[in-house]
Structure formats: structure tokens, C-alpha cells
């Protein structure tokens, strides 16, 4: 055998080690029997089961003609598929004094709007609180965390006074300017800054970058999961405000609130209601399904569950 061929050997051998040291490191990784893992699988499906079933049944009830939505005991699966519940509600919107797609569009314009002005604000709050140390960043730190703690219905009746003050109630600025506040966001963007290598930020100021530009072309493009994370909960957050005693005008008001009247017709408007909640369903879940690695990986990071 030449010298030739025992490095030939070598080459071949490298892959063969690696899937071998791949396979070692999964082993160990799972540090379970066959059974426990079986067994830790099937635990996990019968939760995403369970957490499923919800969406799984608004989806087919909205499908359901009203034989089947009023039948006891109640089926899971629709088993005559009709769009005679998604009809009588755009018939039931031809009565509105304000057409239907106008609710619609202010309700988008308004979660846009809301959802990248939160963004934009809790970067750049966060930038400073992950890498400027300043005096009192320690303290805004623990109250940032600790307003985690609270839920946003307790801050209502101030909102409400504070956007009276203002001048502001029956405007969409009353739903927005709420939507910009959330402590949340700033908690995710400043966990995931902190990952960030201060190396990459002094060699941006070597070659004479503003912080601006630092945070813009630095910072935000290596914060994408964050990002993605934080649209999501934006999103979800205000598609689904419908207004309460913020919006008086009909011509103002947001989709969630107009299909929440059409809804409160009792049993007669059953099939309407699941059509209703099935339109306001579907914008959240088609935005989770596109950033769902994104929202993940932001778990990871930050430590929140």
C-alpha cells in the first residue's frame, strides 16, 4: 500500500467518524431508553392534540350547516361542507350603515400601523438599556421585567383617561398609541441586542458610524428572530381590539367590534358567529406560520416560555 492510498483511506474514513460522532452526540442528547422516548413522543402529540382541537373545530364549524351546528351531542368534523354560514354573514353586513370593507381596511391600517411603530420603538429602546449602560438602566431594567407581571386590563381605566385628556378618544391614535407602549417588546429586543458582540459595534464606530446607523444596519439586520417574534405578538395583539369605549363612530370602528354585534344574535346567528371568528382567526395564524422558526428561536434566546 502506497503513502497515497492511506491518506485515500483516511478521506473516507473522515465521513464514516463523523456520522459515527453525530449519532453518539443524538444518543446521548436523548439519554433515554427506546420506550422513554417513544413514550415522551407520544406525550407531546397528545398536548399539540389537545392545543389543536380548538382551531381544528372553529375551522370545521365555520363550515357547518345549521343541522349540524345545532345536532347534540355536537360533531367535531363538518360532514356537508357549506359556505351558507360565510353568505348569510356578507348578507347581514349589506344592513351595516358602513360597508363591511371599510371595518376591514381600518382595522389593517390600524394593526400596521400600530405593529411597526411598536418595532421600530422597542428597538430602539432597547438598544441603549442592552449596550449603553447609563445610571438608573439597572432599575429601568427590573421595571421593565416586573411590568411583565401585569395584565393589561388593569392599565385600562388609565389609558382611557389619558387618551381623554388627550383629545384623542373616537380616533384611531386611541387604539394605536396603547399598542406602542408594551414593555414585552422592549424585554425581547434587549435579550436578543445582548447577544450581540460589542466587537462588532466598536469596529462600526472605528469607521465613523452614527448610532443611528449602528443600530439600523448592525443591530436590526442581526435581530431579525426578535423582530419576527415581537410582529406576531404586535399583530395578534391589536387585530384583535375591538375599540371598547375608545371608538364611537361607526365609520371608525375596527372589524373585531362590528363582528362581535353581529354575533351577539343568539343561537339564530350561530353559523354567522363561526364565520366571524374564523375571519379573525386567519390573519394571526398565517403570520405565525410564516415566522414560526423565528418566534421559536426568540424563545431560545431570551428565556421566555
Known amino acids: 500500500m502506497t503513502a497515497g492510498d492511506g491518506k485515500g483511506e483516511k478521506s473516507v474514513n473522515k465521513p464514516k467518524k463523523l456520522r459515527a460522532s453525530k449519532r453518539i452526540l443524538f444518543r446521548q442528547h436523548l439519554n433515554r431508553s427506546t420506550w422513554g422516548n417513544i413514550g415522551v413522543f407520544l406525550f407531546l402529540g397528545i398536548f399539540g392534540v389537545f392545543f389543536a382541537f380548538p382551531i381544528v373545530y372553529s375551522v370545521c364549524t365555520a363550515f357547518k350547516p345549521m343541522n349540524e351546528i345545532l345536532i347534540f351531542p355536537p360533531r367535531i368534523f363538518v360532514r356537508n361542507p357549506s359556505l351558507e354560514n360565510f353568505i348569510e354573514l356578507g348578507q347581514v353586513a349589506t344592513d351595516f350603515w358602513v360597508p363591511l370593507s371599510r371595518y376591514i381596511f381600518n382595522s389593517a391600517v390600524i ?158 346567528r350561530a353559523g354567522v358567529a363561526s364565520a366571524a371568528s374564523l375571519i379573525l382567526m386567519l390573519p394571526p395564524i398565517i403570520l405565525f406560520c410564516f415566522a414560526q422558526r423565528n418566534v421559536i428561536e426568540t424563545m431560545s434566546t431570551s428565556g421566555l416560555k
Open 111 to 268: 394593526s400596521v400601523v400600530a405593529t411597526l411603530g411598536h418595532l421600530l420603538l422597542a428597538g430602539m429602546a432597547a438598544y441603549p438599556l442592552a449596550k449603553h449602560p447609563f445610571p438608573g438602566s439597572k432599575f429601568l431594567n427590573q421595571v421593565m421585567v416586573m411590568s411583565l407581571l401585569f395584565t393589561s386590563s388593569v392599565t385600562y381605566i388609565p389609558q382611557y383617561i389619558v387618551m381623554a385628556k388627550m383629545g384623542l378618544i373616537d380616533t384611531p391614535w386611541a387604539l394605536i398609541l396603547p399598542a406602542l407602549q408594551s414593555s414585552l417588546g422592549v424585554y425581547l429586543m434587549r435579550s436578543f441586542i445582548l447577544t450581540i458582540p460589542n466587537a462588532m459595534l466598536e469596529a462600526a464606530r472605528i469607521d465613523g458610524a452614527s448610532e443611528f446607523r449602528i443600530y439600523f444596519q448592525v443591530i436590526f439586520p442581526n435581530v431579525k428572530p426578535a423582530a419576527m417574534t415581537l410582529i406576531i405578538f404586535a399583530f395578534q395583539g391589536i387585530w384583535n381590539n375591538g375599540g371598547g369605549s375608545l371608538i364611537y363612530s361607526e365609520e371608525l370602528k375596527v372589524l373585531p367590534a362590528i363582528l362581535s354585534s353581529v354575533t351577539a344574535g343568539g343561537i339564530a
